[in-house]
């Protein structure tokens, strides 16, 4: 399906002299839809920013509030001090703790210290969370899909670290050994996964062990899922493909990596325009352009305007989001309270809000 292009801003001439000076003009950029945020860092972002508007700084925030690198520095440049040790935080300090969910004695922790808690944790991290909870209390031994020193595989590890596993290949898992009394063995994996990270695993899992238990819906993030699909069409049709999004971010970097294993290898992560590296584009002519789902709209429009299609812009739209995720309800009581009445979030986006905080800073 093609829409019509976007407002999408124009490039600068210091811009696309850039691309020019090596010989370079993309005719068409072909960006994909969905892209960007979900409505887990919707909630999260605007959250943070009710935060900052209540307390005033500094806010403390358990590890970044979403993995994206422009989203951290505007909002420490507010007033938020990202940690990652519970204890920094000032006895009484309003704290807010990650969409990528956090181990419960650091939830207690925090709630300990006396000062205002908000749990930002994605809906479906959580779901995860509950999951591991109950097939440990059943004594099932439960194999986690993750990987290693990610922010939510360590809070999701945390619920039952006497129960669970975590593997990142095939051969982690053919290497595992399980308690023989087990009542069974349960499969759970990282929301932000790519399907080729979870697939080949799972397939394993299910030859393995007779008494497997899967969620009745699967782990994979849905907004991970989509924008997988939306860069499998990218794929078909452009000559390379471009994802916005930070080093850190689980997601951001699957999209990576389903692009190439979809035909495009010449598929990349970038912060911005900055690191776009003008050999990748070489003879390319259609560009596909997407963003993980904590980056934000902005810099995809940078990342156009640094382009600078000749053609213009095509929006590739693959399937219609219309999730909402509404604010922690500890936070929902508080505004109650001040404002006396139920806020409605739904009207203001996540970019509303950041766009707010350079007035707060």
């Known amino acids: ?70 989203v951290v520095e505007a909002f420490e440049k507010a007033g938020v001090v990202f940690i990652e040790d519970i204890s920094d935080v000032p006895g009484g300090a309003p704290v807010m703790l990650s969409a990528h969910g956090s181990a419960p004695q650091v939830v207690k922790e925090a709630e300990r210290r006396g ?57 982690e898992l053919e290497n595992l050994e399980l308690r023989s009394d087990r009542a069974g063995v349960a499969l759970l994996a990282q929301t932000t996964l790519s399907h080729f990270e979870w697939e080949g695993i799972l397939e394993e899992a299910k030859a393995r062990f007779g008494d497997l238990w899967l969620p009745g819906r699967e782990d994979l ?84 305007a640094y382009l600078a299609p000749s053609a213009g812009v095509e929006v590739l739209s693959v399937i219609d989001e219309d999730e909402y995720f509404p604010l922690p309800p500890k936070l929902r009581e508080l505004l109650a309270e001040r404002f006396g009445s139920v806020v409605d979030d739904r009207k203001v986006t996540a970019a509303d809000a950041l766009a707010e905080l350079e007035d707060l800073s």
């Open 221 to 304: 993030c849905y907004a991970t899922t989509n924008r997988q699909k939306a860069v499998m069409e990218l794929a078909k049709r452009a000559d390379a493909i471009l994802v916005v999004g930070s080093a850190n971010s689980s997601n951001t970097n699957a999209l990576v990596s389903v692009g190439k294993k979809a035909g495009c290898e010449r598929t990349a992560r970038i912060d911005g325009p900055d690191d776009i590296d003008p050999a990748m584009l070489e003879s390319a002519k259609t560009v596909g352009l997407t963003a993980g789902a904590s980056c934000p709209e902005s810099l995809v429009e940078e990342v156009i």
């Open 115 to 171: 000062g205002f808690v908000v749990d930002a944790v994605c809906p479906l991290v959580t779901k995860v969370h509950h999951e591991a909870r109950t097939r440990a209390k059943r004594n099932y031994e439960i194999v986690y899909i993750g990987h290693k020193g990610h922010d939510e595989a360590v809070g999701t590890m945390a619920v039952a670290p006497e129960s669970m596993h975590l593997v990142e290949s095939r051969q």
């Open 1 to 70: 399906m093609v829409e019509p292009d976007p407002p999408f801003n124009r490039s600068t001439s210091r811009q696309r002299s850039t691309l020019r000076e090596a010989g370079i003009q993309i005719e068409r950029v072909l960006v994909s839809k969905p892209r960007g945020f979900c409505a887990g860092v919707e909630m999260a972002i605007k959250a943070l920013v009710w935060m900052l508007r209540i307390f005033g700084p500094p806010v403390y925030c358990y590890h970044q509030i979403v993995h994206n690198r422009s």
